[in-house]
C-alpha cells in the first residue's frame, strides 16, 4: 500500500529542546517536501527536496532543518523549537516533473501535531 | 505568484442537499493543476478530485464535482447529496509548472452538514 508516514503524530514539547519528525514513503517518489497549518493561514510549505541530497527552502522554513539522506525519509528538524511552531506538520511526497500532474500523485501523511510550550 | 481565495469561512448544509464551494485562483502559467483536499477533524489530507488546465471536462468523482471555469479562474467544488460525514475543512490547492515543487491552498472552507 503506497504510504506516508510520520512519526510522532503527536507531541508535546518544551521551548528550546531539539526535536525530529520523522516522514518516510515507499513509493520510490523523487520530490518530498513539508508543509505546516495554521489557523486562517491554510498549509504552507517549510523545505522541500527534488532527489537525494536537494533540499531548498520553501516559503516558510525559519527555525527548521531537513536531510535528505535517502530517497524514502525526509524528517524535519527543529534545532529549538519556540511557541511559534506549534502547528500541524505534513510531509507530502510525488513523482517529480512537469508531467504527471495527475492530483492522486500527491500522497499527504496523516499529520503531527506539535505544541511547544 | 500563485493565490488561492477562499472567501467562505463557513458553510451549512442540510444532509441530502447540494452544496457549492468557492474557489479562485490566479497564476500567470497556462500550465497548472487545481486540487481539493477534505481534512476531517482528524486531520489527515484526503485528496478529492483534481482538475488540470488543459482538461476540456470538468472533473467528477462519484458525488464530488469540480465546476471549472478557466476565464474566471473559478474552481469551485460541488458535493451532491450531501452526508453527515462531509462535514469536514475543505481546502483549495494549486500546482503549476512554474512551481511545480509546491502546492499553494487556500485558507479553507468549514462545511457543517445537519441532519
Known amino acids: 500500500e503506497a504510504q506516508v508516514t510520520q512519526n510522532p503524530r503527536y507531541l508535546i514539547t518544551v521551548t528550546g529542546k531539539k526535536l525530529t519528525v520523522t516522514c518516510s514513503q515507499n513509493m520510490n517518489h523523487e520530490y518530498m517536501s513539508w508543509y505546516r497549518q495554521d489557523p486562517g493561514l491554510g498549509l504552507r510549505q517549510i523545505y522541500y527536496s527534488m532527489n537525494v541530497e536537494v533540499t531548498d527552502k520553501g516559503d516558510v522554513p525559519e527555525g527548521y532543518k531537513v536531510s535528505r539522506k535517502e530517497k524514502r525519509n525526509f524528517p524535519l528538524i527543529l534545532e529549538s523549537p519556540s511557541p511559534n511552531q506549534t502547528s500541524l506538520y505534513f510531509c507530502?511526497?510525488?513523482?517529480?516533473?512537469?508531467?504527471?500532474?495527475?492530483?492522486?500523485?500527491?500522497?499527504f501523511g496523516e499529520g503531527s501535531w506539535l505544541t511547544v510550550v | 505568484a500563485q493565490k488561492i481565495t477562499q472567501t467562505q469561512p463557513g458553510m451549512f448544509v442540510q444532509e441530502k442537499e447540494a452544496v457549492t464551494l468557492d474557489c479562485t485562483y490566479d497564476?500567470?502559467?497556462?500550465?497548472?493543476?487545481l486540487f481539493w483536499y477534505k481534512q476531517p477533524s482528524s486531520g489527515e489530507m484526503i485528496f478529492l478530485i483534481y482538475q488540470g488546465s488543459y482538461d476540456q471536462q470538468n472533473a467528477t468523482e462519484g458525488r464530488y464535482s469540480l465546476n471549472f471555469q478557466k476565464a474566471r479562474k473559478s474552481a469551485n467544488l460541488v458535493i451532491s447529496a450531501s452526508q453527515l460525514g462531509d462535514s469536514a475543512m475543505y481546502f483549495c490547492?494549486?500546482?503549476?509548472?512554474?512551481?511545480?515543487?509546491?502546492?499553494?491552498f487556500g485558507t479553507g472552507t468549514r462545511l457543517l452538514v445537519s441532519p
Open positions: 507530502a511526497s510525488s513523482v517529480t516533473g512537469l508531467g504527471g500532474f495527475s492530483g492522486n500523485t500527491i500522497y
Open positions: 497564476t500567470s502559467d497556462p500550465s497548472y493543476g
Open positions: 490547492a494549486m500546482r503549476d509548472s512554474g512551481s511545480f515543487q509546491k502546492l499553494v
